[in-house]
């Protein structure tokens, strides 16, 4: 069955620390992996979009790698800020002409000051 | 500015009344889906339409409706809302269904059944 895993489930880091969230997955055939931004009571917003051929996305602070071979993505944070207290969602894109989003639950940062 | 709206943001309503969540996009995509979001359940989606006149269900489809008569508007439509709809609801578009298009989300709707 095609999952995506996230971990942790929540995660409190102090402001101006690095942090790493993990995503595993399942889904295949593959076609992209996305990182998406949620703050509380809005919609995702899109951080990241990486294919099968890449390995590393930047995106400000936001670093994004992909381990096709694994099925391992990770999402690292550096220098972080208030403003970076959000969910974090993992989401992989399935291949085929039938493709569809499957989207991990998220992990949830607190950053305090 | 390219975005999705939605409206309302928030709604209470009582079992069994008929309501519409409305939503539109401006950026001429052809590829638009509705989610549910409930805690430790992530994004769920309910309906998605891959053009005008072309519907079809998502994982969650029971109790709800949609149409595309228009490209850029896809409203949700909960014939006969019941307590277990209660929940956020997002509304997303994208140029088309594959690739690497970004899928861009409206604002969030949030429904209270009572």
């Known amino acids: 069955k095609n999952q995506v895993e996230q971990s942790p489930q929540s995660l409190i880091i102090l402001e101006g620390k690095n942090c790493t969230l993990q995503?595993?997955?399942?889904?295949?055939?593959?076609?992209?992996l996305r990182w998406y931004k949620q703050d509380t009571g809005r919609g995702p917003v899109s951080l990241t979009i990486?294919?099968?051929?890449?390995n590393t996305k930047s995106n400000g602070r936001y670093t994004a790698t992909l381990d096709a071979d694994t099925k391992q993505s990770s999402l690292h944070i550096t220098a972080s800020q208030l403003s970076d207290s959000a969910s974090y969602i993992c989401v992989v894109f399935e291949g085929g002409s039938q493709g569809n989003l499957i989207f991990g639950k998220g992990t949830k940062l607190s950053v305090k000051p | 500015e390219a975005q999705v709206t939605q409206n309302p943001r928030y709604l209470i309503t009582v079992t069994g009344k008929k309501l519409t969540v409305t939503c539109s996009q401006n950026m001429n995509h052809e590829y638009m889906s509705w989610y549910r979001q409930d805690p430790g359940l992530g994004l769920r989606q309910i309906y998605y339409?891959?053009?005008?006149?072309?519907?079809d269900k998502g994982d969650v489809p029971e109790g709800y409706k949609v149409s595309r008569k228009e490209k850029r508007n896809f409203p949700l439509i909960l014939e006969s809302p019941s307590p277990n709809q209660t929940s956020l609801y997002f509304c997303?578009?994208?140029?088309?269904?594959?690739?690497?298009?970004?899928?861009?989300f409206g604002p969030g709707t949030r429904l209270t059944v009572t």
């Open positions: 990486m294919t099968f051929s890449e």
């Open positions: 339409s891959m053009n005008v006149e072309v519907t």
């Open positions: 997303a578009s994208s140029r088309q269904r594959g690739g690497v298009h970004e899928q861009y």
């Open positions: 995503c595993n997955y399942t889904v295949s055939p593959f076609s992209n």
